[in-house]
């Protein structure tokens, strides 16, 4: 899972103001469809909000740290039913001349 500092999680919560959840975490739980489909979306966004339905927010706090964990991302923040996650671009494998 990603350390990220004060400044970069107050930049990252300032650049996610106006987005739109892209993944919705179901009453099935955090199955691996939806790991799957977290995956794409952050791999293509780098910056992403997961809807959770339900109540329960201790479920919901561990989802977000198991979410991070598996996709190696780091957790922005948890507020209310939306999870907040960032994962930089990976660097391109060939080098260039």
Known sequence: MLDLTSEQRKFLKSTAHGLKPVVMIGHAGLTDA?????????????????????D?????????????????????????????LYRPAETP?????
């Open 56 to 84: 329960d927010r201790e479920a919901r706090e561990v989802w977000f740290m198991e979410l991070c964990e598996a996709l190696n991302a780091a957790p922005v923040q948890h507020i209310g039913k939306l999870l907040l």
């Open 34 to 54: 939806v790991i799957l489909e977290t995956e794409r979306a952050i791999k293509a966004h780098e910056l992403i909000k997961v809807r959770v339905l339900g």
């Open 93 to 97: 494998k060939i080098k260039l001349p």
